[in-house]
């Protein structure tokens, strides 16, 4: 497949999602039975960020210009680990390897498998070519670079497995926002997105938010009710729950709306149904801070990136801040 019917057929894909045909509905279902924080609506909303964002024609061909793509590349076999923590997570990087012209052999997640392998189906019959680019394996050995995101602790196994070979290699990450106070009621929705879409579980979620000396958290806490109904999905109750009993016991002061809890707490990494809080002082910028933490995958504010638009990244938005075309190009 030469790049532009390799450009042709994502747009087809990104125009499949969303045209929603009963069988992509079916496979949504599916997915929901499988791992019940994928519901069809955050799969839905994760499709059609990939078809507007990273999916258009216009858009693939000036990334592909950008790095000066052609089809006089010497492909190599790419091993792709992916994760699984939100709805169709792993599809940048297979997304980068298929334009770049390598092929990729891709390690599924259990918790995502259903939805790729869909997808993968609909390319092969779309252009059968493409099951030459792209295969999955349950282990993956002989691969010439690999690509592979986990947990901090499986990211050491990675180290040990494909050390030797050309590798870029994802741990646990997650991001922040900073508040100054004087955000719209609007913003502050767009702000319970960055924080709530796909139950938090996402590395570009925000987890902790800093605050100014004195903030008042009640126009917030109305925002974050917008996703009220959490509180009816019994995998996000049951941790609330949990994490409300843990707090009571402990006898720690919380904020919340029903379905989000706030606490005071250092740490970046907040549990879910939990958002974590720090207050700063006039004249302090705790973005300084963060940019310097491998910790932090994204900074929300007014100076940052958007409210709103953590979960929205574009193809040049990638992880951990590693060229991953420029890394794959350079093979």
């Known amino acids: 497949m030469d790049l532009q019917e390799r450009i042709d ?11 929603d045909h009963e069988e992509w509905k079916t496979v949504k279902q599916q997915a929901y039975q499988k791992n019940g924080w994928f519901t069809p609506e955050f799969i839905q909303n994760a ?35 992916m994760a699984g923590n939100i709805p169709l997570v792993g599809f940048h990087d297979f997304l980068t390897v298929f334009i770049s012209g390598h092929y990729q052999t891709v390690k599924l997640s259990s918790k995502d498998d259903v939805l790729l392998k869909h997808i993968f189906k609909q390319m092969y019959s779309l252009h059968i070519e493409t099951q030459n680019h792209i295969s999955i394996a349950d282990m993956l050995k002989g691969c010439d670079a690999y690509i592979a995101t986990g947990s901090n602790n499986s990211g050491r196994y990675f180290e040990q497995y494909f050390g030797k070979y050309p590798n870029i290699i994802r741990r646990n990450r997650t991001s922040a926002a900073i508040l100054t106070g004087d955000e719209s009621a ?18 570009r979620n925000v987890t902790k938010i800093y605050v100014p000396e004195g903030y008042d958290f009640v126009p917030l806490l109305d ?10 999905h ?6 609330y729950d949990y994490q409300l009993s843990i707090l009571l016991l402990n006898n720690i002061y919380y904020m919340t709306d029903g379905s989000t809890l706030l606490i005071e707490n250092e740490g970046l990494f907040s549990p879910i149904s939990q958002l974590h809080y720090s207050f700063y002082q ?25 409210f709103g638009e953590a979960q929205h990244p574009q ?17």
């Open 186 to 203: 609007e913003e502050l929705l767009k702000l319970s997105d960055d924080v709530h879409l796909y139950f938090g579980l996402g590395c």
């Open 315 to 331: 193809l040049f938005s990638y992880a951990d801040g590693v060229d991953t075309m420029e890394f794959l190009l350079g093979l």
């Open 282 to 306: 006039q004249g302090e910028d705790p973005a300084a801070e963060l940019k310097d933490n491998e910790d932090v995958q994204c900074i929300v504010s007014k100076n940052e990136i958007p």
């Open 223 to 232: 925002a974050f009710k917008s996703y009220a109904y959490f509180a009816d």
């Open 9 to 19: 057929l994502m747009v087809e894909i990104g125009e499949y999602f969303k045209a």
């Open 47 to 81: 499709a059609d960020q990939l078809a507007d964002n990273f999916l258009q024609k216009d858009k693939l061909t000036a990334w592909a210009a950008h790095y000066h793509i052609d089809d006089n590349i010497s492909p190599k076999n790419v091993g792709i680990v």
């Open 234 to 239: 019994h995998k996000y109750k049951n941790n």
